[in-house]
């Protein structure tokens, strides 16, 4: 299905993410940018659970009135039912919030055009084994956390039996219950084997945990940006050929599904493409947050945390600093071009360029440059204050520009603006706490003491946030006096009104974690009465 463009509207992908693995949220930003290339919605943006921008802090990346939100899961279940619609406060397929409106989509995992790229990524992997001769498993987590995932596999398992695809068996497989994808070769009766992993993601499980359960691996490895694991196919194991896949999730028809997913919405909730009906007359719209964004720098914006922001001047060249403090005309252009780079790698910019800088080009990169520290940390919390060096990112337009910026610091550009136009909602720990649901609700029992104790250990561990802590304990508590507590997300080289502040409006879900943690130590800390 092919949905007409929404140019007054925008999109919302929704992913789990994770604070261990980049790759885990990759497929997610390759299918919004895929959409986004296609030009059919104003934004299109992503945020996650584990990862930063959160689903509170996502309203805060979109202009538009209108928002579809698409659950990038595999399958029903916790997250798309309880999880996604209490964090976007979702109370029906569509919500009316703060003047803006949000249609909940179903999840990918449940599209029926998901059997079409299962087979698609078994030809692929595989496209010389015979599939009289081939066995094709399913394989996914298992265990009773999430039986919608299961049922998902065995349903796909079904339908593709029936599809008349030509597979001698079509069976499913679990890490953690039986069937077990360790006795995949047991399982299978042929001399070939396929497996294709029901997850959306190459996360630990797909790459790092199936591996070994298959014999491919011996032992759990790194990430997968660093391994090689679907570059060997087929392997000769227990007296068959195995082909492994990708997770289904990295397809990149995944896209199209997620389109046909608002067609789909459109059509059972009789949603017409006339455009979004809007209280401002024509004449009188409101700045986008770029333009904001494009007024700033004119007016000497030119830091955000560890960036430095350029302007790139017709010719080609870069112009230092001290040249764009001021406004002018050229800077209020708005096919105007950027250049990024960390602010210590301002000097080794010159009139021909960045010589000593490695150049890279478009909002892509930004994910890329910020993912990994100097000496290989995974940076989950883009704000600590350890971004790499070495790197030019040039940009062709003030959209790009904050594309980029919201890959380098999430949300962050909208938290400033919302701060700036007195829409920004701070929200303090005790009710963070208090919606948290499943293993999370035991961090409600935290004392305030636990609590303040765990800002500074949390927020400046030896590599520290650099984000403002604009919440408290609650309405009533104030944080105590710490270096945390006393940051405004400011670099100390610049004057505040040259820099782009990085606020924290709510306590992230690395903090949630590690209030976890202290619960669950408090709680085996405790005697056992008598
Ligand atoms: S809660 Fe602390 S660590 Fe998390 S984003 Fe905010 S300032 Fe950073």
Redo the contacts with the bound molecule.
């Keep these: 299905m092919s949905i007409a463009p929404k140019p007054r509207s925008a999109l919302l992908i929704v992913g789990h993410g994770s604070t261990q693995n980049p790759d885990s949220s990759a497929p997610y930003f390759e299918h919004a940018e895929q959409i986004r290339r296609r030009g059919l919605f104003a934004e299109v943006h992503c945020c996650f659970w584990k990862e930063e921008p959160s689903m509170r802090e996502a309203s805060y990346l979109f202009d538009s009135d209108e928002i579809y939100v698409v659950p990038d899961f595999i399958s029903e279940g916790y997250f798309t039912q309880d999880v996604i619609p209490r964090e976007l406060q979702l109370s029906g397929p569509t919500t009316v919030l703060r003047g803006k409106t949000f249609h909940y989509c179903l999840p990918v995992g449940v599209h029926p055009s998901m059997t079409d790229l299962i087979l698609r990524r078994a030809k692929e992997v595989a496209p010389d084994a015979d599939p009289a001769a081939t066995t094709l498993i399913i394989t996914g987590h298992g265990t009773g956390f999430n039986k919608n995932s299961t049922k998902a596999i065995h349903d796909q398992v079904a339908l593709i039996a029936a599809s008349g695809a030509g597979y001698a068996a079509v069976v499913a497989a679990f890490m953690e219950e039986a069937p077990f994808i360790a006795d995949w070769d047991q399982l299978a009766l042929t001399p070939n084997v396929v497996v294709v992993p029901f997850f959306i993601s190459d996360g630990l499980h797909s790459y790092q945990d199936i591996p070994v359960l298959l014999g491919i691996e011996t032992e759990i490895g790194p990430a997968a940006s660093q391994r090689e694991v679907f570059r060997h196919n087929p392997h000769s194991l227990r007296g068959k050929s195995l082909f492994y896949s990708s997770a289904i999730g990295t397809e990149p028809l995944i896209a199209d599904v997620i389109l046909d997913l608002i067609g789909d919405f459109d059509i059972s909730h009789k949603i017409t493409n006339e455009p979004v009906a809007t209280i401002f007359p024509q004449s009188v719209e409101p700045l986008t947050s770029s333009q904001k964004l494009l007024h700033a720098i004119a007016n000497g914006v030119h830091r955000i945390g560890e960036i430095e922001i350029g302007i790139v001047v017709s010719n080609d060249r870069l112009e230092l600093n001290d040249q764009i403090t001021k406004p002018t005309t050229e800077t209020s252009d708005s096919n105007q071009r950027f250049s990024l780079c960390h602010a210590a790698d301002v000097a080794l910019r010159d009139a021909n360029g960045a010589p000593g800088l490695t150049t890279y080009a478009g909002p892509g990169a930004a994910r890329e440059i910020a993912a990994y520290a100097e000496d290989g940390t995974y940076r989950f ?1 883009h ?1 600590q204050r350890n971004l790499r060096r070495g790197w030019l990112l040039c940009l062709d337009t003030v959209e790009d520009l904050r594309l980029a910026l919201d890959q380098f610091y999430p949300a962050c550009v909208g938290l400033w603006l919302a701060q700036q136009d007195a829409s920004l909602e701070v929200e303090h720990l005790r009710d963070k706490l208090q919606r948290q649901s499943g293993m999370y609700q035991r961090v409600r029992s935290l004392s305030n003491e636990a609590l303040q104790e765990l800002v500074p250990l ?2 400046s561990s030896a590599v520290p ?1 650099a ?1 403002h ?1 604009l919440w408290q304990v609650d309405a009533d508590t104030p944080l105590l006096p710490s270096a ?1 507590s006393h940051r405004r997300g400011l670099p100390d080289d610049v004057p505040a009104a040259a820099a782009i502040p990085l606020l ?1 409006r709510e ?2 879900n ?2 949630v974690a590690e209030c976890l943690a202290a619960a669950k130590a408090a709680k085996s800390a405790t005697p056992v009465s008598q």
Excluded: I, N, P, S
Aim: with cysteine; glycine share 0%; hydrophobic share 45%.
């Design positions: 919390l704000a949390t927020c946030c984000r802590l945390a924290c306590a992230c690395h903090w």
